[in-house]
């Protein structure tokens, strides 16, 4: 079945620097990763996503791409704010034909300090 | 808030005892699932459902129990055999089968085994 492994584990950025947190996933038939921002206290939310057939997509402040050959792909944040401060965590999907299901990273806790 | 609802947010249970942590979503979605998450580990599958009256288990079933009767509700219930059931649970729901989606997540429940 999928793995998807997430890294750093921990991440402090400056106000205004960036972030970039990099996800590897082991099923080569995966086609759909999503990322989530969980703020403290609360459930997580879909932030962007991607599929197997766009290497790159940007909304505002993040980003992320995919590299189908090495099976990782990052999500990237310029500008960082205060209010980035969360756990992230990126996911995995494998082919919806038979199971539609999410596999999920460890997650990565981003603090941005002022 | 609203489309999926978890309760109740917080539950105590003495060992020994089962317990069920309710689901419900009024999203029309056909997909649900649960998720433990724990401190480090990220988001693991415990069970999802693709369709009422479908389950499937995820990679830590075991010492849980699900049943999808009614598209709207997906109950989880941690039995006695599961042992180290202390953790926060999610559960969440997508649109589809045949088309990878965004997984809306409830706002949680937190188990702790007194």
């Known amino acids: 079945g999928e793995n998807v492994e997430q890294h750093p584990s921990t991440l402090s950025v400056q106000e205004g620097d960036s972030a970039v947190i990099k996800c590897t996933y082991s099923d080569s038939a995966s086609n759909y990763f999503p990322w989530y921002k969980q703020e403290l206290g609360k459930r997580p939310q879909l932030i962007i996503d991607?599929?197997?057939?766009?290497g790159e997509k940007k909304d505002q402040r993040i980003a992320v791409t995919l590299n189908k050959t090495a099976k990782h792909f990052s999500l990237h944040i310029t500008e960082t704010q205060p209010e980035d401060s969360a756990v992230y965590f990126c996911?995995?999907?494998?082919?919806?034909?038979?199971?539609?299901?999410?596999?999920f990273g460890t997650g990565t806790r981003l603090q941005v300090f002022p | 808030d609203g489309g999926i609802t978890q309760s109740p947010k917080y539950l105590f249970r003495k060992e020994g005892q089962n317990v069920t942590l309710s689901c419900e979503q009024n999203?029309?979605?056909?997909?649900m699932y649960w998720y433990r998450q724990d401190p480090g580990q990220g988001l693991r599958l415990i069970y999802y459902?693709?369709?009422?009256?479908?389950?499937q288990k995820g990679d830590i079933a075991e010492g849980y129990s699900v049943s999808r009767e009614k598209k709207e509700s997906f109950p989880l219930t941690v039995t006695s055999a599961q042992k180290n059931p202390t953790a926060f649970y999610l559960c969440a729901s997508s649109i589809s089968w045949g088309e990878n989606t965004e997984a809306f997540f409830g706002q949680g429940t937190r188990l702790t085994v007194v």
């Open positions: 999203l029309n979605h056909d997909a």
């Open positions: 996911a995995a999907s494998p082919p919806s034909y038979n199971t539609d299901k999410l596999i």
């Open positions: 991607i599929r197997s057939n766009v």
């Open positions: 459902s693709q369709i009422v009256n479908d389950f």
